[in-house]
């Protein structure tokens, strides 16, 4: 297996046919996708409910911010051959069905046979602030696990990226990423309440190696 993870957004339906948005870090075997969600996970329960799940290649790193701050909800369109949906804003997806499953009470291993996949838009590359920003949302959704002066040495540091580099929708995500920060510590005295994240929502986040709360 090829141990090398990719950041993608997974998208998966209950049996109610609720869809779930989850950043995801996976392994590519061969022509199987491997998944391994920590327990609990929204995204295993419904995987193993249906059998399916869809692999979301996206550049709007909206997207990855949004889901480890409490912003879930992103426009959905059906897929084409398995019981599911892919985000309306991907590059591309890959429709994926459930082959195997070996059981582990931490961490089940999930391989994926690629059922379908299609190309909706070119993959231009990323930016150096897109880049930041998913390096961001990884420390966003590890606010519970890593040291403060940690977590603000390398957000000054993407921060140049976002400086340089930055167009509207990084800029959005970042001031996501950056209130998640402040709202995980205790809001600052006279911080609106209206556009902030709730507490604790930064720590939901499956990105890379997810961090055990449901992605």
Same mark, same amino acid.
């Given at each position: 297996m090829n141990d090398l993870i990719f950041e993608t957004v997974v998208t998966t339906v209950s049996? %109610? %046919?609720r869809p779930h948005v989850a950043p995801l870090g996976v392994r590519y075997r061969d022509d199987q996708v491997v998944l391994m969600p920590f327990r609990p996970? #929204? #995204?295993?329960?419904?995987i193993v409910a249906t059998g399916h799940a869809v692999l979301n290649i996206v550049v709007d790193t909206r997207v990855f911010a949004g889901c480890v701050t409490g912003r879930k909800t992103w426009p959905t369109v059906p897929v084409e051959r398995v019981a599911g949906v892919r985000l309306a804003c991907a590059l591309g997806h890959v429709e994926l069905r459930l082959e195997s499953q070996t059981d582990d009470p931490q961490r089940p291993v999930l391989l994926m046979g690629r059922v379908h996949e299609r190309q909706h838009a070119p993959f231009i590359g990323f930016n150096r602030a897109q880049?930041?920003?998913i390096e961001g949302a990884v420390l966003v959704s590890r606010l519970h696990m890593l040291p403060r002066d940690k977590i603000d040495s390398e957000m000054r540091y993407l921060q140049i990226a976002i400086d340089k580099t930055a167009g509207p929708a990084e800029h959005e995500a970042w001031r996501w990423l950056n209130e998640a920060v402040a709202n995980f510590r205790g809001r600052p005295p006279g911080r609106p309440k209206a556009d902030a994240p709730p507490r604790g929502a930064a720590a939901e986040g499956g990105l890379g190696v997810n #961090?055990?709360?449901r992605a």
């Open positions: 049996r %109610e %046919e996970s #929204t #995204t295993l329960d419904n880049a930041a920003v #961090t055990g709360r």
